[in-house]
C-alpha cells in the first residue's frame, strides 16, 4: 500500500546541473500537485496537474517544468538550477479538485551548491 | 503577500491539557479550510478540515473553529497526547481555485510529558 512515493529523498546539485524528481502514485487519483516547502514560508505550489497530459502553473512555477505523460506519474524538472531551489519537495495527490484532501509524498531534500 | 498566516512558529504544551493552534487569513473569497498535521521525515497528511457553511467541527479529539468576521480559524486538541508533537499547517482554498491550496507557515506542537 504505497500512496505516494517520490525519488529520491536526497539530492545535491551544483549550480547550474538539471535533473527530474519523480513522483509515482497508485490510487488512481485524477490529480497530482508539487509543493516546496521552505522555512518560514509553508508549503508553496509550484505546478499541478488535474488529469494525465495536463499540466497548470501554481503559485511558484518558475526554474520548473513538469510533465504527466501517465496518469500516475508526475515528474518535475530543474533545467538549470539554482541555490534559491533549495528545498523541501512534496508531491501530493488527490481523487478530485473539489476540496478533495491531498495525500502527500514523504518529500526529497534537494540542495543546490 | 501571506494570505495564510500562523503567527505562532511554536507552541509547547503539557500532556493532557488542551492544544489550540491559531491561523490567520486575509482572503475573504476562501471557502474551505484545512488542517494538515507534519511529523519530521515525512509528509503532511489530512488532519481535519472545515467548509464556511459551518463555524465548528469536530473529530475526536479535534476540533476546527471558523470565525469567518475575523477571518479566523483555530484548532483544538482535547487532551493533547505526546504522538501530537508535530508541525500543523493550516490551509484554504476558494471554489473556483480548489485545487490552488494556500498554506500557512505552520506551527511547530510539542507535548511535554
Known amino acids: 500500500n504505497a500512496g505516494v512515493t517520490q525519488t529520491p529523498k536526497f539530492r545535491v546539485l551544483k549550480t547550474g546541473q538539471s535533473m527530474t524528481l519523480l513522483c509515482a502514485q497508485d490510487m488512481n487519483h485524477e490529480y497530482m500537485y508539487w509543493y516546496r516547502q521552505d522555512p518560514g514560508m509553508g508549503l508553496r505550489l509550484i505546478h499541478y496537474?488535474?488529469?494525465?497530459?495536463?499540466?497548470a502553473k501554481g503559485e511558484v512555477p518558475d526554474g520548473y517544468n513538469v510533465s504527466r505523460l501517465k496518469k500516475q506519474n508526475f515528474l518535475l524538472g530543474l533545467e538549470s538550477a539554482a541555490p534559491s531551489q533549495t528545498s523541501v519537495y512534496f508531491c501530493a495527490s488527490s481523487y478530485g479538485g473539489n476540496n478533495e484532501k491531498l495525500f502527500f509524498g514523504s518529500g526529497t531534500q534537494l540542495s543546490v551548491l | 503577500d501571506q494570505q495564510v498566516k500562523q503567527n505562532s512558529p511554536s507552541l509547547s504544551v503539557q500532556e493532557g491539557r488542551i492544544s489550540i493552534l491559531n491561523c490567520d487569513y486575509t482572503?475573504?473569497?476562501?471557502?474551505?479550510f484545512l488542517w494538515y498535521k507534519k511529523y519530521p521525515a515525512e509528509g503532511p497528511t489530512f488532519l481535519i478540515s472545515?467548509?464556511?457553511?459551518?463555524d465548528k467541527n469536530e473529530d475526536g479529539r479535534f476540533t476546527v473553529f471558523l470565525n469567518k468576521s475575523a477571518k479566523h480559524l483555530s484548532l483544538h486538541i482535547v487532551p493533547s497526547q505526546p504522538g501530537d508533537s508535530a508541525v500543523y499547517f493550516c490551509a484554504a482554498s476558494t471554489i473556483q481555485g480548489a485545487q490552488k491550496l494556500v498554506f500557512g507557515q505552520g506551527t511547530r506542537l510539542t507535548i511535554n510529558p
Open positions: 472545515i467548509s464556511s457553511i459551518k
Open positions: 496537474s488535474v488529469g494525465e497530459g495536463t499540466t
Open positions: 482572503n475573504s473569497m476562501f471557502d474551505y
